[in-house]
């Protein structure tokens, strides 16, 4: 257990100290294998397709790495969490909200079909560093021009398989033609098709695949 590099200590990371501490507040004391495959990659910059079952702790690899790119002095739209539907994108910007709980004043941001416009009108109007949402929603606001992602330094795509399989393809790739070639793109996945090997092609830069295998 000395060894932090293979006992999956968070501390064994580029993390902030603040996150650190939290992590081990939140009973978070050792990366799950996903986190473990991923977080490394995620944080070193590179583009990441990841794979692993449902409860493996995918929000807090991607979590982690989008809160270590923000610069929260700077008020805008530096993240954005692309969801299938609104169960998952309230639990993904909860997790994110505790991860971030340490970090003062990040403020983020959900924004799904199904909630009057008007409130998220509102709250985009007084600004936020991270977006998670459901793509028709967010494509919604940018043709509005509600919502602003020039300055998007990373894209996350959560349980992308769902997103395509809910129909969700034109929407996506409209929100991605509104940010900058740049950014870092995050897929996530529970299930690794030929579908999400096209659009992983298209979208991203050099992937890093990592996939955790189901154990029986
Ligand atoms: P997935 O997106 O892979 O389905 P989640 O990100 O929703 O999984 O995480 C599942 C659960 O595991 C959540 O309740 C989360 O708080 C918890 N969790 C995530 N990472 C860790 C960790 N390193 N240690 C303990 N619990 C964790
Ligand atoms: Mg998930």
Known sequence: MSDSSHDGAFASLP???????????????????????SLPLVLAGRDVIAQAKTGSGKTAAFGLGLLSRLLVARFCVQALVLCPTRELADQVAGEIRRLA????????LTLCGGTPLGPQLASLAH?????????????????KGSLDLASLETLVLDEADRMLDMGFQAAMEAIIAET???????????????????IAEELMRDPAEVAIAETH
């Not at 709980?101 to 983020?108: I, M, S």
């Not at 936020?128 to 940018?142: F, S």
């Not at 070639?181 to 529970?190: H, P, V």
């Open 180 to 198: 900058p070639a740049c950014r870092q793109t995050l897929l996530f996945s529970a299930t690794y098709s030929d579908e999400i090997r096209r």
């Open 127 to 143: 600004g936020a560093h991270v977006i998670v949402g459901t793509p028709g929603r967010v494509e919604e606001h940018l043709r």
């Open 15 to 37: 993390l902030a100290p603040e996150l650190l501490a939290n992590l081990d507040s939140l009973g978070y004391h050792a990366m799950t294998p996903i986190q473990a495959e």
């Open 101 to 108: 709980r340490t970090l003062p004043n990040v403020k983020v």
